[in-house]
């Protein structure tokens, strides 16, 4: 009943939208967004009968981001929990499902970049913000189309080809942070090619003396291949070594307003290579194939000090509580690679006389990933100085089929309908023993249906509903106590409107998560995967309009007045508690101002109170490894940038970042995570 109610609002929104656009309607077509090009191919968003968010490459230099963290902020129903200002890892929740929850996917161009899906966790890896040129979010059965893990939609990062000539981007800001980029863009017009390199460096001492220095490089190449092919080839290169830990601040430290680092010779080492190609054959003007291949390898090592287990606490020299730790090194260190082959053919007919587009894909994809733990002294913290504790390798190969037809009844009125198939085996080898006759096999269906309806030119009607999945990893089904008897599955529903003109854009939408099986993540995604139903309902809404005065508005807002759990969970929730990192209410919102060669904008964001853990505890509490509850305070932050256009080849640009110097929380793990202090950039942009 309450979704219905959520939905009274959203039609209520619906009704005041319409009245506003209903005085400037005129003829045309629906001006919403820019075109969705997941998987290489430009789509009208108006086509898409679910919800769609594009950022693209202004707004991101507007927003000056340290990470796509920042990016996503600005994309209603997402919820960020920060781990440190890098980003180094990343934890999104979208829609209500707790951050880290790994029931989203994350693409670059198309292309899964997600460390494991079906065999690992999915958060130790995460794109720079660098390369991009935009992000994508679609949600509702407009992300059915893609697949697995698509309960919370996709996420799709789209990268940039650089113009013709050379571009050197610098920064300097607070923490000794340094930052670094060139791109060399160029081609033969005459072959129809375009390459582009970009590559950036950056190091800085951290936030809390949490030290970063990353790598990242792109290569890029498209070319036209006759007059109907078009190939484009990708590598890329990404190292980062960053002093990260699971361990945060005890709470005593945390209200002294302490900055110190509480794990200070944990380091998180990442290195990663990945090459992709996607083929693109338009066999007549109304067939056409796009195929992608992509391959990854990844090493994620994470050295930790262990805790003296008898006593997991001491008090510094201040006074403050600290983590005890021994002089034994345990190195967590997991190796991912991937192959992967994605096939999509797409049909305009004209099928009991309507314009039809019709969509065949399939996807084969096999991962792996070799998970190892080591022990180390503090002489030498990441020389081995003992056998493997751990040594395991986790597979799983997959096969997706999928199938959709949208068809236009109507000029105003189109039905799309779909059915994706996700098949997969999971297999566990324990090196140790030799054993590998664990397996999981799992078949699942997901049908959906949507609709559009043009009302007027600057306002459309969508809705969908949708089955969707998610699989669970291969530690919570193969040796569990509990052989799964379901996968993770829920029934999704949307209804909206959006649309706009030169200046106004806008989309407002009411959804519901229905869980007949939920499982929660727990630490590196390994939890019981037969662990009940939970509901989740809320609205949603983005709104921008474009003054002739200069001014512009940007803001969003997500209400989640439902996420809750079905039944009791031993040692785990409640029946009726909130999900954990699901706050009820967020927002976002960016003032701009454009004079001249001047740009500035003040942005907001607003994050709601959140439970840390599914008993909702409200104080803090912790257990001996530090598994952390508490009831995490809403906050706010206010950030303020400027860039400024020199000349036609030089820009200057600068920010202060959480202006008013607000302390929060931004998480919580082993410990508290501390949301970053007042900071400072400053930087330019040289183009040859």
């Known amino acids: 009943m309450r979704f219905w109610s959520i939905v009274k609002v959203g039609a209520l929104l619906v009704g005041v939208f319409f009245i506003g656009e209903s005085v400037r309607a005129d003829s045309g077509r629906i001006q919403v967004l820019a075109p969705v090009t997941v998987l290489g191919r430009q789509d009208d968003a ?50 209500g499902l707790p951050a880290g929850d790994y029931k989203t996917l994350v693409l670059e161009d198309g ?106 490089l792109m290569l890029k190449t498209t070319s036209a291949i006759g007059d109907n092919h078009f190939l484009t080839l990708k590598f890329l290169y990404y190292e980062t070594d960053a002093n990260i830990s699971y361990r945060g601040l005890f709470p005593d430290a945390y209200r002294a307003g302490e900055q110190f680092n509480p794990a200070p010779d944990d380091w998180f080492l990442t290195e990663r290579k990945a090459f992709d190609m996607s083929h693109d054959w ?15 390898d990844m090493n994620r090592d994470y050295w930790r000090y262990r805790l003296v287990s008898d006593q997991p606490t001491s008090v510094n020299a201040n006074g403050f509580r600290v983590w005890n730790y021994s002089d034994e090194v345990q190195g967590n260190n997991r190796s991912f690679e991937r192959f ?3 096939s999509r053919l797409t049909v305009q007919h004209a099928a009991f006389d309507w314009d039809n587009e019709s969509e065949w894909g399939v996807r084969l994809m096999r991962e792996e990933m070799l998970d190892q733990t080591i022990r180390a002294d503090r002489s030498s913290p990441r020389t081995p100085n003992q056998p493997l504790l751990r040594d395991r390798l986790d597979s799983a190969e997959s096969l997706a089929l999928f199938v959709q037809n949208r068809s236009g009844i109507t000029e105003r009125f189109a039905v799309t309908t779909g059915l994706r198939m996700e098949s997969y085996e999971q297999k566990r080898e324990n090196r140790q023993v030799g054993d590998d006759h664990d397996r999981f096999r799992n078949t699942e269906f997901m049908p959906g249906i949507g609709a559009t309806y043009q009302v007027i030119p600057a306002s459309q009607i969508f809705g969908s509903v949708y089955r ?51 499982v929660d993540p727990g630490v590196s995604g390994i939890r019981n995967p037969n662990e009940g139903s939970a509901l989740i309902q809320g609205l949603e809404g983005t709104v921008g309009y474009a003054f002739e005065s200069g001014f512009s508005l940007n803001g969003n807002l997500t209400w989640i007045p439902t996420a809750e759990f079905g039944e009791d969970r031993e040692g785990e929730a409640e029946k009726g508690n909130r999900l954990p990192y699901s706050p009820e209410l967020a927002g976002n919102l960016t003032v701009g101002y454009t004079y001249g060669r001047l740009q500035t904008s003040i942005l907001l964001n607003y994050v709601g109170e959140t439970y840390g853990d599914g008993m909702n505890v409200r104080d803090f509490t912790s257990e001996e490894q530090g598994t952390w509850g508490g009831l995490v305070p809403s906050y706010h932050t206010f950030d ?11 820009d200057v640009f600068g920010a202060i970042k959480n202006i008013t110097d607000e302390q929060y929380i931004s998480g919580l793990r082993q410990g508290i995570y501390v949301g970053p202090e007042r900071s400072f950039e400053l930087g330019a942009t040289v183009r040859f």
């Not at 303020?640 to 030089?650: D, N």
Request: hydrophobic fraction near 35%; avoid cysteine.
């Open 46 to 95: 108006g086509l898409q009968p679910g919800s769609i968010s594009v950022v693209g490459e202004v707004e991101i230099n507007q927003l000056q981001p340290r990470s796509t963290e920042d990016v996503l902020r600005r994309i209603p129903g997402i919820y960020i929990k920060g781990e440190d200002e890098n980003a180094v890892v990343v934890n999104v929740g979208v829609r």
């Open 340 to 342: 992967g082959i994605d």
């Open 282 to 296: 338009q066999i007549t003007p109304e067939v056409s194939l796009l195929t992608v291949g992509y391959w990854s």
């Open 640 to 650: 303020f940038t400027s860039q400024f256009a020199v000349s036609e080849s030089i």
């Open 111 to 216: 292309v899964p970049v997600q460390p494991g899906i079906f065999v690992g966790n999915s958060r130790y890896y995460n794109p720079r913000v660098q390369r991009m040129a935009g992000v994508e979010v679609l949600k509702g059965a407009a992300s059915l189309r893609y697949g697995p893990n698509t309960v919370g939609g996709v996420i799709n990062y789209q990268t940039k080809t650089p113009d013709d000539g050379v571009m050197i981007r610098g920064r300097y800001g607070s923490w000794n942070t340094r930052e670094a980029t060139i791109e060399i863009g160029g081609g033969a017009e005459s072959l129809g090619s375009r390459y582009g390199v970009i590559a950036t460096h950056a190091r800085s001492d951290g936030f809390m003396d949490r030290e970063y220095e990353m790598t990242d």
């Open 468 to 518: 969707a999945f998610a699989p669970p990893l291969v530690g919570s089904v193969v040796g569990a106590e509990q052989p799964p008897t379901d996968a993770e599955t829920s029934i999704n529903v949307e209804f909206g409107v959006r649309g706009g003109d030169e200046r106004l854009h806008y989309e407002v939408t009411a959804f519901q998560m229905d869980f007949s099986n939920q």
